[in-house]
């Protein structure tokens, strides 16, 4: 994997995220699916906040499933999956 060495070189000491005139790294905020932030933020002993970003279309579909199940369209009958 690149990407978890990449972010450690960037994020510790000396990384372009910590250097110059800006004040260092206080906290990670990540996508979820960066769970490799996870560790090099606990190498660098500073907290990380993930989230779990969807899309527009995936929210709209959690928010109508309660009405699906409501009107009996959901769980979808006579399918068979193996």
């Known amino acids: 994997?690149?990407?978890?060495?990449?972010?450690r070189e960037m994020l510790l000491p000396g990384g372009c995220?910590?250097?110059g005139n800006w004040p260092p790294v206080s906290s990670v905020i990540a996508d979820r699916i960066m769970c490799f932030t996870i560790d090099v933020a606990k190498e660098a002993a500073i907290p990380?906040?993930?989230?779990r970003t969807v899309?527009?279309?995936?929210?709209?579909?959690?928010?109508?499933i309660p009405k699906l199940v409501e009107s009996g369209d959901l769980p979808i009958k006579g399918v068979i999956f193996t």
Do not use: E, H, I
């Open 48 to 51: 990380v906040f993930l989230f």
């Open 1 to 7: 994997m690149v990407t978890k060495p990449m972010f």
């Open 17 to 19: 995220l910590n250097c």
């Open 55 to 64: 899309s527009a279309s995936c929210f709209w579909a959690f928010c109508c």
